[in-house]
T-cell receptor
Framework: AQTVTQSQPEMSVQEAETVTLSCTYD???????LFWYKQPPSRQMILVIR????KQQNATENRFSVNFQKAAKSFSLKISDSQLGDAAMYFC??????????????WGAGTKLIIKP | GAVVSQHPSWVICKSGTSVKIECRSL??????MFWYRQFPKQSLMLMAT?????????EQGVEKDKFLINHASLTLSTLTVTSAHPEDSSFYIC??????????????????FGPGTRLTVL
């Protein structure tokens, strides 16, 4: 069975600085997707970024980028120029690749990100 | 992007009563919806996968008779907490999978999340 581990319960960063959130996963599958979701105080889950395992290039979305190390089964999220609105819980999630029928997401425990003004 | 709504956003009920939570996909058809439970400061716990027109698939440890799921149409799934007790108090979140993305590899974002429902059982 697949597992997702986020070892940092809480991280803090100064506004405008850069922070990296860690995520490791375990799987025997070769094709899968990885996601970072943000859950602000409103509790609405928001997709931040996604990565397809078959792509070697790291995904980027504006100030958000990932460091995807497939061999090491590591998927960290880097937030550049941190803003107050980035304060939230961040969850790393895994989904099996095409051909799997259930489309379920496997979630990490989450990392609370605090932005210091 | 696609929108998923949940109703109610919060509910308070007495112990022993039943509560129904609705999850609707507003601008797309969802063959599959997921129901999650989230305790404070914890991750999402998948309760069940709801497929339109068929019985829901429950995760291990989730009581089927306690948490009734109905997915009668492509835009609506309901979760009914029967004979609710204080330990059922939690935040319930649904997500819906846009079937238009089926077969599209890779999907941009195949699950869309509702805003959640906070249930408090007194």
């Amino acid at each position: 069975a697949q597992t997702v581990t986020q070892s940092q319960p809480e991280m803090s960063v100064q506004e405008a600085e850069t922070v990296t959130l860690s995520c490791t996963y375990d799987t025997s599958e070769s094709d899968y997707y990885l996601f970072w979701y943000k859950q602000p105080p409103s509790r609405q889950m928001i997709l931040v970024i996604r990565q397809e395992a078959y792509k070697q290039q790291n995904a980027t979305e504006n100030r958000f980028s990932v460091n995807f190390q497939k061999a090491a089964k590591s998927f960290s999220l880097k937030i550049s120029d941190s803003q107050l609105g980035d304060a939230a819980m961040y969850f790393c999630a895994y989904r099996s690749g095409p051909g799997v029928s259930n489309y379920q997401l496997i979630w990490g425990a989450g990392t609370k990100l605090i932005i210091k003004p | 992007g696609a929108v998923v709504s949940q109703h109610p956003s919060w509910v308070i009920c007495k112990s022993g009563t039943s509560v129904k939570i609705e999850c609707r996909s507003l601008d797309f058809q969802a063959t599959t919806m997921f129901w999650y439970r989230q305790f404070p400061k914890q991750s999402l716990m998948l309760m069940a996968t709801s497929n339109e027109g068929s019985k829901a698939t429950y995760e291990q440890g989730v009581e089927k008779d306690k948490f009734l799921i109905n997915h009668a149409s492509l835009t609506l799934s309901t979760l009914t907490v029967t004979s609710a007790h204080p330990e059922d108090s939690s935040f319930y979140i649904c997500s819906a999978r846009d079937q238009r993305l089926a077969g599209f590899i890779p999907p941009e974002n195949e699950q869309f999340f509702g805003p959640g429902t906070r249930l408090t059982v007194l």
